[in-house]
């Protein structure tokens, strides 16, 4: 007996991804326990979206930071989403994928971290063994 796998999102999708909480763009896939980001362990789960407006391709990914580590420790260097948890959907194609709309939305109270807006920031030595 064999078990077969679908694939259902590209590699380009996870390319394109990054984590809202710390901005780092490497996820780890645990069989059977759900994808991860590597650098904070925020939990990132895709679903097909319904209405793909003509595009190739519609995913809603969906963050979730019960399992995120350190979010009391540097504020500087993460952002906790509100309630935990966020979604944003993306529309296109591999190598042309775009934002379509973040829930909730981004505004006064929240800002999703941006793809490696803490790249240059370098985490406290007290900080970094906890991680």
């Not at 980001?37 to 793909?52: A, D, F």
């Not at 190739?56 to 540097?74: I, K, P, Q």
């Amino acid at each position: 007996m064999s078990l077969e796998v679908i694939d259902r999102h590209s590699q380009a999708l996870f390319e394109f991804l990054w984590c809202p909480v710390c901005g780092h763009e490497v996820f780890s896939h645990i069989p059977f326990e759900g994808v991860f980001c590597k650098n904070c362990n925020t939990q990132v789960e895709l679903q097909e979206c319904r209405e793909t407006h003509g595009y190739e391709e519609a995913v809603l990914a969906c963050f979730n930071t019960a399992m995120t580590w350190n979010l009391h420790v540097d504020e500087k260097l993460r952002r906790d989403l509100p309630d935990g948890s966020a979604r944003v959907k993306i529309l296109g194609a591999p190598g042309a994928y775009e934002v379509d709309w973040w829930s909730p939305e981004p505004g006064e109270d929240w800002e999703p971290v941006k793809r490696g807006e803490f790249d240059d920031v370098e985490e406290p030595e007290e900080v970094s063994h906890l991680a």
